[in-house]
C-alpha cells in the first residue's frame, strides 16, 4: 500500500470539506447550516 498516495488523498478529501463548510457558512447568513 502506498501511504503517500494514501494520506495525500486523504489531506485533499479533508481539505475540500473545510473549503465546503467555510463556503457553506459564507454563503449562509444566519450561519453554518450543514447537511450530516
Known sequence: ???T???AALGL???AY???FFFA???T???P???L
Open 25 to 27: 457558512v459564507a454563503v
Open 18 to 20: 473545510l473549503a465546503g
Open 13 to 15: 478529501a479533508f481539505l
Open 33 to 35: 447550516v450543514w447537511p
Open 1 to 3: 500500500m502506498n501511504w
Open 5 to 7: 498516495s494514501y494520506f
Open 29 to 31: 447568513p444566519t450561519g
